[in-house]
């Protein structure tokens, strides 16, 4: 039986003592999943976010390339599939 993701929402935080991520942790693990080879938008969402919001962040923390990198990988992405072209379509 395949085992169910675990999302860390803010109960799951508190009822296991855990602390939520800082920014920079943020940042650092957005690095580490691109580097990777993970898409933008699934190393926000196992982050519990958005990609706008990680540029932002990266954005407000100094780092405004990790930024650029990251919307750049998912434009890059959905050009490369042919998703920005569905969007446009529907």
């Not at 993701?5 to 991520?21: Q, S, T, V």
């Not at 954005?59 to 998912?74: C, I, K, N, P, V």
């Amino acid at each position: 039986m395949a085992s169910e993701p675990i999302y860390l929402n803010r109960e799951r935080i508190r009822a296991r003592g855990d602390k939520p991520m800082t920014g920079g942790e943020k940042l650092t693990e957005v690095e580490w999943l691109l580097d990777a080879g993970v898409h933008p938008d699934h190393v926000a969402a196992q982050l519990g976010t958005t990609v706008d919001a990680l540029v932002k962040l990266a954005r407000d923390h100094g780092q405004a390339g990790l930024g650029r990198r990251t919307s750049a990988e998912q434009i890059r992405h959905d050009r490369d599939t042919g998703q920005g072209a569905r969007k446009r379509a529907a």
